[in-house]
Nanobody, 125 residues
Framework: QVQLVESGGGLVQAGGSLRLACAAS????????VGWFRQTTGKERQFVAA??????STYFADSVKGRFTISRVKNTVYLHMNNLKPEDTDVYYC????????????????????WGQGTQVTVSS
C-alpha cells in the first residue's frame, strides 16, 4: 500500500504561482511513476503532469506546458504552477502507479492505482 497526501493548494490571483506537494509513505519502492491530475465535479479527471521514479522522464498536458514544472525530492513530488489562469481552477490529485508505463498510458487515470485526497486550487481573475 502507498499513502499519498497532497498539500499546497489555495487561492491565488491570475498570473500568480503555487507549489503543490505530494508526500508518499508506505511501499513507495514499488512506484514507477507519479502523476498529477485535476478534476471538476461532474467532469472527467484530466492529466496535468507526471514524473518517473528515476526523474528521467517528465510529461505534461499541452494546456500547462511552459507554465508548470514537476520535480521530486525523495518521496515527495512537487508540481510548480506558474502564470496561473482561472481555467486552472480545480481539485488537484496526485497518483502513484506500480505498473510499467509508456507515453500513451501516462495520461490515463487507469494506469494509477493509488490516489491522494486532492487539494483545491482556485485562481481568481
Amino acid at each position: 500500500q502507498v499513502q499519498l497526501v497532497e498539500s499546497g493548494g489555495g487561492l491565488v490571483q491570475a498570473g500568480g504561482s503555487l507549489r503543490l506537494a505530494c508526500a508518499a509513505s508506505g511501499r513507495t519502492f514499488s512506484t514507477y511513476i507519479v502523476g498529477w491530475f485535476r478534476q471538476t465535479t461532474g467532469k472527467e479527471r484530466q492529466f496535468v503532469a507526471a514524473i518517473s521514479t528515476t526523474a528521467e522522464s517528465t510529461y505534461f498536458a499541452d494546456s500547462v506546458k511552459g507554465r508548470f514544472t514537476i520535480s521530486r525530492v525523495k518521496n515527495t513530488v512537487y508540481l510548480h504552477m506558474n502564470n496561473l489562469k482561472p481555467e486552472d481552477t480545480d481539485v488537484y490529485y496526485c497518483a502513484h502507479s506500480t505498473s510499467s508505463f509508456n507515453s500513451l498510458s501516462v495520461p490515463t487515470p487507469r494506469l494509477y492505482n493509488y490516489w491522494g485526497q486532492g487539494t483545491q486550487v482556485t485562481v481568481s481573475s
